[in-house]
């Protein structure tokens, strides 16, 4: 299918995301046939600018959005997951599911899902991130935890409803994976107070919050001699978007699966 007459629809339309992904799509050629929110006049819309003067539908469900569109671009929030990933398995609908904070149970959903439908998720869409993922399993691979403590800080906009970001989450698996452990037998949770000394092969996170900030990542390797820092630092959220209209792009006529950013950019 040529791109340029692909059909997309946004589930969060009205938000930060929804209303950056408007104007990626449209840039890229392709058409937004309709949108899902939960608010439409959040962010201070008025109708006639979320549906860009009736040029897109506002539907009452995943399902009538889905029946429209080649692909759904989805930033919402966790809470739709599930219901998301029933109705996009049931239309046969490319999902590109760029919402984070997913607990094991909605993950498992999405999996379920990709074995009906192509899905790409990603917790960042950027290929700098995509990069940084790589580079943070190389680093993790190379600097032994014995050696090495790993550490995450991360800061975003004052809105953010989840901590620590699903980029930083991301970055620890990956290292986690450089190490060939499980992420979940060293992710360790926020400190405070009388937590004890850090134990050798921890991952530890700190977030911070505050103002406009789109993202920013840094993952630390630090030894008894030297640190070494990794960083990205997104100054735009249309980086985001871009992105995961590309992968938008790429999913046209992909088998079912669960796909990530480096299938898109070709580096896996
Ligand atoms: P936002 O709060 O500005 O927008 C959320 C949108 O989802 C709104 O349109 C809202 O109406 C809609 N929504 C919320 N609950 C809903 C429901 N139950 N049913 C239907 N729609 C619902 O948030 P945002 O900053 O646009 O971020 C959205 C999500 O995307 C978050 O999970 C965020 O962490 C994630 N995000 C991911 C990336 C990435 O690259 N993967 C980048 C930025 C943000």
Request: glycine share 10%.
């Amino acid at each position: 299918m040529s791109s340029h007459s692909l059909r997309v629809g946004i589930a969060g339309l009205s938000g930060r995301m929804g209303q950056m992904l408007v104007r990626s799509v449209l840039d890229a050629g392709c058409r937004v046939t309709g949108g899902i929110c939960r608010d439409p006049g959040e962010n201070g819309l008025s109708m006639n600018e979320l549906t860009r003067e009736g040029a897109i539908t506002l539907c009452a469900d995943m399902t009538q959005l889905a029946t429209m569109s080649d692909v759904v671009i989805d930033f919402t929030h966790v809470s739709t997951v599930i219901p998301h990933a029933e109705a996009l398995k049931d239309t046969g609908t490319p999902w590109i599911l760029g919402t984070t904070g997913l607990s094991e149970t909605d993950q498992k959903a999405v999996a379920v899902a990709a074995q009906s439908i192509p899905v790409v998720q990603a917790a960042n869409f950027s290929a700098g991130v995509t990069l940084v993922l790589r580079l943070a399993r190389e680093m993790g691979a190379a600097l032994s935890a014995e050696r090495f403590d790993a550490e995450i800080v991360e800061m975003h906009h004052r809105q953010k409803v989840d901590a620590p970001s699903g980029t930083a989450l991301a970055i620890g698996e990956a290292v986690a994976k450089g190490r060939d452990v499980t992420f979940a037998d060293v992710r360790t949770p926020a400190r405070e107070g009388q937590c004890g000394a850090r134990k050798t092969g921890e991952i530890g996170f700190a977030a911070l919050r505050g103002g406009q900030i789109v993202g920013e990542h840094t993952v630390l390797f630090t030894s008894a001699t030297e640190q070494i820092a990794l960083s990205h630092r997104a100054f735009d959220r249309r980086v985001f978007a871009d992105g995961a209209v590309q992968a938008a792009e790429w999913s046209a006529g992909k088998t079912a699966g669960l796909y990530n950013m480096e299938d898109v950019l070709g580096l896996t």
